[in-house]
């Protein structure tokens, strides 16, 4: 099915591992994005990237890099996992000025 | 202030009911705006888009007030499967970002 395909979708992590979170999606969109969703504080943009090849930072960066790979993928990178960094991470993904279409999250869980 | 702003309810009403949920935005340079449903632990999903003046589908209807900055979402003869969490998005600075709210929760009972 066409998409935002994401992985893992859960994970636990103890206090200064990394991961890397993967994001891929086959509807040709120029624009991919990392939000972060914690209790009562909505989405929160964490970086994007406007096309491939190019990435900035969104609100939120302290603590990730990501990685545009190619068009269809881009991945999401936690160098020493803290506490705070325990949320549900979404990857979208859009053309031109229309809505976004979200993958279905990874629950990160750092303890 | 915060760029988007939604009243987080909830929302608890009956079957057949009319209600309606308004978000507040900042950047008067917005063009386009968006709610999305999101259902409990699942992801955002595209509801209606907004470009000018509103838009309908259905028994939903959203409109743009741009003098005043808020977008609105009417829900008539609210059904059980209405409920959700609604999040309101608008542009942001660069390209194609979006500045969601924090969700309005809509509860619908029988």
């Known amino acids: 099915n066409a998409g935002v395909t994401q992985t893992p979708k859960f994970q636990v992590l103890k206090t200064g591992q990394s991961m890397t979170l993967q994001c891929a999606q086959d509807?040709?969109?120029?624009?991919m994005y990392w939000y972060r969703q914690d209790p009562g504080m909505g989405l929160r943009l964490i970086y994007y990237?406007?096309?491939?090849?190019?990435?900035d930072k969104g609100e939120v960066p302290n603590g990730y890099n990501v990685s545009r790979l190619n068009k269809r993928e881009f991945s999401l990178r936690l160098e020493s996992a803290a506490p705070s960094q325990t949320s549900v991470y979404f990857c979208?993904?859009?053309?031109?000025?229309?809505?976004?279409?979200f993958g279905s999250g990874t629950r990160l869980t750092v303890v | 202030r915060k760029e988007v702003e939604q009243d987080p309810g909830p929302f608890n009403v009956p079957e057949g009911a009319t209600v309606a949920f308004n978000c507040t935005y900042s950047?008067?340079?917005?063009?386009?705006f968006f709610w999305y449903r999101q259902d409990c632990r699942k992801e955002p999903k595209l509801l209606m888009s907004?470009?000018?003046s509103g838009n309908e589908d259905g028994r939903f209807t959203a409109q743009l007030n741009r003098a005043s900055q808020y977008i609105s979402l009417l829900i008539r003869d609210s059904k059980l499967s209405d409920s959700a969490t609604y999040l309101c998005?608008?542009?942001?600075?660069?390209?194609?970002?979006?500045?969601f709210g924090a969700g309005t929760r809509l509860a619908v009972h029988p």
């Open positions: 979208a993904s859009s053309s031109s000025n229309y809505g976004y279409t």
């Open positions: 509807m040709n969109h120029n624009s």
């Open positions: 990237s406007a096309s491939e090849g190019t990435t």
């Open positions: 950047n008067s340079a917005s063009q386009s």
């Open positions: 907004v470009y000018s």
């Open positions: 998005a608008a542009p942001s600075g660069g390209y194609n970002k979006l500045i």
